[in-house]
């Protein structure tokens, strides 16, 4: 099973909804990670967490909080978005961080959240 | 972080192949060579990685050069499900920068039955 599973799909949110994107995986990874991607542009980065615990944010706004509860599911919790924050988001997994060089990183196929 | 240059978009027929180029003048010893496709509506698709010699697999090649400078992927044949956005990416293996994959623009290839 190579499979990141992503739900929901698709959110639509209102700006002072409270809503959260939900990721899990059952490869034993302990490298997870969320982007970014807005329509005809690259993934962008926002966090990396390794064997449970937040290790990289890139600079991401606190209206964006994420959360690791156990080895396999990884949160994006949401709260007071602004319409520029519609986008695709996704979610990825790894191996151990100190696993040889070069390891793969499993992508799910992502949420598309629109904001209004 | 190492950045990479890739050209916009490529055109092929099916059934040819497809050769993907990729400037990478700044890598550094530690910097991996990874590519990635993102197929329409999906999330990016691991396609091959390596670090100084050739290496191949069942979805492509990759060529790397002596100098490590540029690196080029290989689809031996294409086919139109191989219509996708090709991202050219280095990945550090250091502590601070093994956590960070991160996408250029990438190149649109576009297959033309």
């Known amino acids: 099973d190579t499979e990141v599973t992503q739900t929901p799909k698709h959110l639509v949110m209102g700006m002072t909804n409270k809503k959260s994107l939900k990721c899990e995986q059952h490869m034993g990874h302990r490298a997870m990670y969320w982007y970014k991607q807005k329509a005809k542009k690259p993934p962008e980065l926002m966090f990396v967490y390794s064997y449970e615990k937040l290790s990289i944010n890139e600079s991401v706004p606190s209206r964006f909080s994420p959360e690791c509860p156990n080895s396999s599911l990884l949160n994006l919790h949401l709260h007071a978005l602004q319409p520029e924050d519609s986008a695709l988001y996704l979610c990825?997994?790894?191996?151990?961080?100190?696993?040889?060089?070069?390891?793969?990183?499993?992508f799910g196929e992502g949420s598309w959240l629109t904001v209004v | 972080d190492a950045k990479t240059t890739q050209p916009n978009s490529m055109e092929s027929n099916e059934e040819e192949p497809v050769h993907l180029p990729c400037n990478h003048s700044t890598i550094s010893g530690t910097d991996y060579i990874h590519w990635y496709r993102q197929l329409p509506s999906q999330g990016p698709e691991y396609v091959i990685h390596?670090?100084?010699s050739n290496v191949n697999n069942r979805m492509a090649s990759l060529a790397i050069a002596e100098d490590r400078k540029s690196s080029t992927l290989i689809l031996h044949r294409a086919t139109l499900r191989d219509a996708a956005v090709y991202y050219c990416?280095?990945?550090?293996?250091?502590?601070?920068?093994?956590?960070?994959?991160?996408f250029g623009a990438g190149t649109q290839v576009v297959v033309t039955p």
């Open positions: 990416i280095l990945r550090g293996m250091t502590t601070d920068s093994w956590g960070k994959l991160q």
């Open positions: 990825a997994s790894s191996q151990r961080p100190d696993f040889p060089s070069g390891n793969t990183i499993y």
């Open positions: 390596g670090l100084t």
